[in-house]
C-alpha cells in the first residue's frame, strides 16, 4: 500500500538466555494429508490439534469446494465428506499451497477422478509430482494434459507394485491413499519413513484401513475406504527442534509442553 516497498526479514538482539514454557503445535504436514484423507471416509471425522496456519484454511475451503461439511472451533475440525460432489480442484486454490495435491489420490480413490492443476505453494526449488502421478498410472489411471491442467481418470484402479525412485514423502502418501480405492493390494518399495506418513497411516488405520509397515521402506495397503474417525494430529517435530536449538544455543530453561 502506499507504493512502499515490503522487506522480508528478521531482526534478532541476542546475549540472554531463554525462558519460559510453550506448547508444541500440531504438525503441518500430518494435518493437510490428513485433510484431504478426510474425502476417503464414508462417516464424519473429527481431527483433534490442527493448527491455525493459512494452508490449513485453504485445505479447508478446498473440502468446501467439493461439496464436505466442514466445521472449525480452535483447534478441532470436523468433516462429513459424505456430500462429495465433485473431482475439480480449483487453480485459484491449488495455487494457494504445495499440499493441495494431496486431493489427488483420495478423489481418485473415492470418485475415479481428479482435474487439477500444478499446485502452488513455498518456493523451495523444483519439487515436481512426477512421482505421484507415474505411481498412479501403474495402478491404471489415465492421466492426460489439457493445456495448463491435468485431467486424471481411474475408474479401475488396481493394486500394483510400484517402486520409487527416491523416498518422496509426498508421493508415498498420495499413493497410499490412492491405494485404498484400488480392487487389490497395493505395495510401495523404497517409501518414505518420516513420522507424518505414520501418522497418516494410524488416522486411516483408526477409520478401518489395512495399512502394514508405516514407518519402513516397504509400505503394503490393502483396499477398502475407511470408516470415519476421531483422531488427534501429531506435534510438530519441527518446532520442537527449533526451540530446542535455540534453547541450546542461548543457553537457559525452558520448557516445551504437548510435544511428545
Same mark, same amino acid.
Given at each position: 500500500?502506499?507504493?512502499?516497498?515490503?522487506?522480508?526479514?528478521?531482526?534478532?538482539?541476542?546475549?540472554?538466555?531463554?525462558?519460559?514454557?510453550?506448547?508444541?503445535?500440531?504438525?503441518?504436514?500430518?494435518?493437510?494429508?490428513?485433510?484431504?484423507?478426510?474425502?476417503?471416509?464414508?462417516?464424519?471425522?473429527?481431527?483433534?490439534?490442527?493448527?491455525?496456519?493459512?494452508?490449513?484454511?485453504?485445505?479447508?475451503?478446498?473440502?468446501?469446494?467439493?461439496?464436505?461439511?466442514?466445521?472449525?472451533?480452535?483447534?478441532?475440525?470436523?468433516?462429513?465428506?459424505?456430500?462429495?460432489?465433485?473431482?475439480?480442484?480449483?487453480?485459484?486454490?491449488?495455487?494457494?499451497?504445495?499440499?493441495?495435491?494431496?486431493? !489427488? %489420490?483420495? /478423489?481418485?480413490?473415492?470418485?475415479?477422478?481428479?482435474?487439477?492443476? =500444478?499446485?502452488?505453494?513455498? &518456493?523451495? *526449488? @523444483?519439487?515436481?509430482?512426477?512421482?505421484? !502421478? %507415474?505411481? /498412479?498410472?501403474?495402478?491404471?489411471?489415465?492421466?492426460?494434459?489439457? =493445456?495448463?491442467?491435468?485431467? &486424471?481418470? *481411474? @475408474?479401475?484402479?488396481?493394486?500394483?507394485?510400484?517402486?520409487?525412485?527416491?523416498?518422496?514423502?509426498?508421493?508415498?502418501?498420495?499413493?497410499?491413499?490412492?491405494?485404498?480405492?484400488?480392487?487389490?493390494?497395493?505395495?510401495?518399495?523404497?517409501?518414505?519413513?518420516?513420522?507424518?506418513?505414520?501418522?497418516?497411516?494410524?488416522?486411516?488405520?483408526?477409520?478401518?484401513?489395512?495399512?502394514?509397515?508405516?514407518?519402513?521402506?516397504?509400505?503394503?495397503?490393502?483396499?477398502?475406504?475407511?470408516?470415519?474417525?476421531?483422531?488427534?494430529?501429531?506435534?510438530?517435530?519441527?518446532?520442537?527442534?527449533?526451540?530446542?536449538?535455540?534453547?541450546?544455543?542461548?543457553?537457559?530453561?525452558?520448557?516445551?509442553?504437548?510435544?511428545?
Amino acid at each position: 500500500a502506499g507504493g512502499e516497498k515490503l522487506v522480508e526479514y528478521i531482526r534478532l538482539w541476542g546475549g540472554q538466555a531463554l525462558a519460559g514454557e510453550v506448547a508444541i503445535s500440531g504438525a503441518k504436514n500430518s494435518a493437510l494429508p490428513i485433510l484431504a484423507a478426510t474425502l476417503l471416509c464414508k462417516g464424519e471425522c473429527l481431527l483433534h490439534n490442527c493448527p491455525r496456519l493459512t494452508d490449513i484454511n485453504w485445505a479447508i475451503a478446498l473440502l468446501q469446494h467439493l461439496g464436505c461439511r466442514v466445521c472449525r472451533e480452535g483447534h478441532d475440525i470436523w468433516v462429513d465428506s459424505k456430500g462429495l460432489c465433485r473431482c475439480d480442484l480449483p487453480e485459484t486454490l491449488m495455487k494457494k499451497m504445495r499440499s493441495s495435491v494431496f486431493f !489427488l %489420490g483420495p /478423489l481418485l480413490a473415492r470418485t475415479g477422478a481428479c482435474d487439477l492443476c =500444478e499446485p502452488g505453494g513455498c &518456493c523451495l *526449488g @523444483a519439487r515436481p509430482i512426477d512421482l505421484h !502421478l %507415474g505411481g /498412479l498410472a501403474q495402478m491404471g489411471a489415465e492421466i492426460r494434459q489439457e =493445456e495448463d491442467r491435468l485431467s &486424471c481418470r *481411474g @475408474a479401475k484402479l488396481h493394486g500394483a507394485a510400484i517402486v520409487l525412485p527416491f523416498p518422496s514423502v509426498g508421493a508415498t502418501e498420495n499413493l497410499m491413499m490412492a491405494a485404498l480405492g484400488a480392487d487389490s493390494p497395493t505395495t510401495i518399495y523404497n517409501a518414505a519413513k518420516e513420522p507424518e506418513i505414520v501418522d497418516l497411516a494410524d488416522f486411516l488405520q483408526s477409520g478401518g484401513a489395512k495399512i502394514h509397515g508405516a514407518g519402513t521402506k516397504l509400505l503394503q495397503i490393502e483396499p477398502g475406504l475407511p470408516n470415519g474417525a476421531e483422531y488427534r494430529i501429531m506435534p510438530d517435530r519441527m518446532e520442537a527442534a527449533t526451540y530446542l536449538a535455540a534453547a541450546a544455543a542461548a543457553g537457559g530453561h525452558i520448557v516445551l509442553r504437548d510435544a511428545h
